[in-house]
């Protein structure tokens, strides 16, 4: 399956942006979709992670109550709304995909991704 990240910028802190990642080669109803984000110096880590039907999620502490990750699978499309940013939420953002019924937080654990898309939160 190929990624396509999108929708990234700059915003004031306090500010919103929603990030979409389009799917296509393969049936995206059989993919668990995943956003990662990763600062300059740091470690790739788990922001949040959406099962195939859209029933189950699971958020990194970080974001829980701030960010909101959906899909419509008649768009081949996977989203991750942000509100409430930090500048600590400052990264690149990456959308990645795996074949599974499993809701999975570890990078490793994703077969594909997006090229990422860049945020930026001023102060």
């Known amino acids: 399956v190929q990624l396509q990240a999108s929708g990234g910028g700059l915003v004031q802190a306090g500010g919103s942006l929603r990030l979409s990642c389009a799917a296509s080669?393969?049936?995206?109803?059989?993919?668990?979709m995943g956003w990662f984000r990763q600062a300059p110096g740091k470690e790739r880590e788990f922001v949040a992670a959406?099962?195939?039907?859209?029933?189950?999620?699971t958020y990194a502490d970080s974001v829980k109550g701030r960010f909101t990750i959906s899909r419509d699978n008649a768009k081949n499309t996977a989203y991750l709304q942000m509100n409430s940013l930090k500048p600590e939420d400052a990264a690149v953002y990456y959308c990645a995909a795996r074949r599974t019924v499993m809701v999975l937080t570890t990078w490793r654990d994703y077969d594909y991704w997006g090229q990422g898309t860049q945020v930026t939160v001023s102060s």
């Open positions: 959406i099962n195939w039907s859209g029933i189950s999620t």
């Open positions: 080669g393969r049936t995206f109803t059989n993919y668990l």
